[in-house]
């Protein structure tokens, strides 16, 4: 079957990020759809024919695209779209169907397996919407499109059948594990300087799954609970020696959700790394009670150049309501282990948790004012769908649940109505966590060794500071 894989435009001239729970629109990155050129690769082994374009990338419009599918006939288009700004990214399908009204428009959202009726029913020309791993059903599904099967034999999607009513499989009969995935399709990407992290001058880059899953049950997550999957270490510096070697990659983001989980693995990836003279730069993230010191001095000598870590809190009580599963006193051992070994830090917080009140976030700023980390992210709680929280919400008519399907995945803290913590002036708090650094000599000091020992980071640092600009949120 001839089929196109479309990364969709920029939405109002940001690049968006679309890889499975991360829709994120991101002026401060650029990343390179790794979900799409993997698909690409799998369909390409049963010997379709694929072209790929990446819209976001190359920052093409809508109206580059109306163009393009007006010269060219595809029996399939598949796309990842970002379900927050669906009316946006939906337009891909009246353009599909305009040039050729027998074309099958496949679509992927994270949160397709909540709203599957809402999104077939708004968006019409929107054919078949992947509610579960698209790698695992991308091929099954292209297989019976091709032989004019049925689709009620394919798990794991929402669809239209004859009469027009709207069903769903939910069950995926085989979950296709990582480690027997395909390498992404990198050469249909005709160049990596497109893409960036933080900064621009932090490029050529990519972004690369060293494994996928969460096992733990942070309360405030969207992949609480999702199984593990992880690579060899083998596949992992096979991947990167052909970016360094075929596309001059120097950064690279691992995007797992924990990178960290299988340590013998990271341990054989870092040595395997230094023996392939591989000299591509690399971030992270991971949790606190899985790292140690041996561990991240092996990972900045194969090199690392950034983790980041969900503290999210510097109080066990809020720690232990979020259902983190982890201890203040791990989160202050790995962050000291971490500036051993000489790998800047990048500390989240989440505000506002279920229990948070003045002595908590005292108890966070004595953290903050503990570990000065080099880049301190904070965040107020939000009711995001689909996670436990949202849940406890609704059980606390903190939110409505009349909302419509939008609001409820554009939700803000704002939407949160009679929550106690957020009587709380959480605004003023980030503030003064932000001025515990600003104002300290000691983590400019810090800082400006981070920097010294990290020379890829010291223009795109001092650039953000330059045009006070907020890709780089240092404090």
Request: charged fraction near 25%.
């Amino acid at each position: 079957m001839k089929i196109l894989l479309i990364n969709l435009p920029r939405y109002n001239g940001i690049s968006v990020t679309r890889e499975g729970r991360c829709e994120l629109l991101a002026p401060y990155r650029i990343d390179p759809p790794a979900t799409l050129l993997i698909i690409a690769s799998i369909l390409r082994e049963k010997n379709h024919d694929i072209e790929f374009i990446d819209a976001n990338g190359l920052n093409l419009d809508y109206s580059y695209v109306n163009k393009f599918f007006k010269k060219r006939f595809f029996d399939v288009v598949i796309f990842t779209f970002a379900a927050k700004i669906s009316d946006y990214e939906l337009k891909i399908c009246e353009i599909v169907k305009g040039a050729n009204p027998e074309c099958i428009t496949i679509g992927y959202s994270w949160y397709g397996k909540y709203f599957y009726q809402e999104i077939l029913s708004e968006y019409p020309n929107l054919d078949i919407l992947m509610i579960e791993d698209p790698f695992s059903i991308i091929e099954d599904l292209i297989t019976t499109i091709e032989n004019k099967g049925e689709l009620n034999n394919i798990g794991g999607i929402s669809y239209r059948n004859s009469n027009k009513n709207i069903k769903i499989n939910r069950e995926l009969k085989k979950r296709v594990k990582i480690e027997d995935l395909p390498l992404p399709a990198y050469d249909l990407v005709k160049s990596f300087q497109n893409y960036h992290i933080f900064s621009p001058l932090l490029r050529p880059y990519a972004l690369v799954y060293a494994g996928k899953g969460c096992p733990y049950s942070c309360q405030y997550c969207l992949v609480a609970n999702t199984k593990y999957s992880s690579r060899t270490a083998d596949s992992i510096v096979k991947e990167l020696k052909y970016l360094q070697n075929e596309k001059c990659v120097k950064y690279v983001w691992f995007f797992d959700e924990i990178f960290t989980l299988n340590r013998k693995k990271i341990i054989e990836m870092c040595v395997k790394i230094k023996k392939e003279k591989i000299k591509i730069k690399w971030f992270c993230d991971s949790r606190v009670e899985l790292v140690d010191l041996k561990m991240l001095k092996m990972m900045k000598k194969a090199g690392c150049i950034g983790i980041s870590y969900g503290v999210e809190s510097g109080s066990q009580k809020i720690l232990n309501s979020m259902n983190k599963g982890t201890k203040v006193s791990q989160a202050m051992q790995a962050l000291q282990w971490t500036r051993k070994a000489r790998i800047p830090i990048q500390l989240n917080l989440l505000l506002g948790y279920v229990g948070e009140n003045e002595e908590t976030l005292k108890e966070t700023e004595i953290f903050v004012k503990n570990t000065l980390p080099e880049i301190l992210q904070i965040s107020k709680i939000s009711p995001m769908f689909g996670s436990e929280f949202v849940k406890l919400c609704l059980k606390n008519q903190w939110i409505d649940d009349r909302s419509s399907w939008k609001e409820k995945l554009n939700a803000s803290p704002s939407d949160l109505k009679n929550y106690p913590p957020l009587s709380l002036d959480l605004d003023k708090e980030i503030k003064k966590l932000r001025k515990i650094l600003r104002f300290n000599p000691k983590w400019w000091i810090i800082t400006l060794f981070t920097l010294l020992r990290n020379k890829d980071l010291i223009l795109p640092v001092v650039g953000a500071f330059l045009k006070h600009s907020s890709s780089i949120n240092l404090i």
